[in-house]
């Protein structure tokens, strides 16, 4: 059974839950750590609609929620045992099982967290997603990752972010190195990337 395929998440889902329950209150913490003030004011300041694509038991797309109070928020995940639970304990939460090449609505930011490096071409992905994406496109993945982790297909670069987005800028570029946090769940660095729709709003470009 591949690490990415569907029945491989559904068994991972009902026998690992608490410990996909805990990355993701990890990875909601080095996300919000991440993000700038400025980001942060800027995202909650306006009635937004939020999409967490590859949302798992939800408690990231629940934190999110709780970050920017004035969104919308959706969640997809094509794993009916995460979505199943994630829509009992998270009723705030918008949640969908879908697959993401089913999508058909679109949002004002489409986020994604420690779910593209699953995919051998993320690229193809991320070029899916923004068809959905008004505005901003946000992700959270491993940087620099050597060696892989088992489960990962793809390691991000630097120069991934160089690629050209289609009518997508990168305004933002920010990692940390989660190795020396309290209780960490990654041993390595993490990125925070967002990329804005042009013409679509002003916010501070921090790329470095």
Known sequence: ?????????EKMYSIEKWMKL???RFFSKVFNQLLSGDVKAKLSNE??????FGCGLGNFSDNLRMLFPNADVSAIDYSETAIDWAKKHYPKVHFKNMDYRDMTDSYDVMITSNTLEHFSNPLEVI???L???KRYFIMLVPFEESPL????????QKSFFDNQFENFDLIYLRALDCSGLWNTMWLGKQVV????????GE???CVG
């Open 22 to 24: 805990a990355q993701g």
């Open 47 to 52: 009635n937004l609609s939020f999409c967490d």
């Open 149 to 156: 982790y088992w489960e990962h297909l793809f390691s991000f």
């Open 203 to 205: 916010m501070s470009k």
């Open 127 to 129: 070029t899916k997603l």
């Open 193 to 200: 990337a967002i990329l804005k729709r042009r013409e679509s």
């Open 1 to 9: 059974m591949e690490s990415n395929d569907k029945k491989y998440w």
């Open 131 to 133: 068809q959905h994406t």
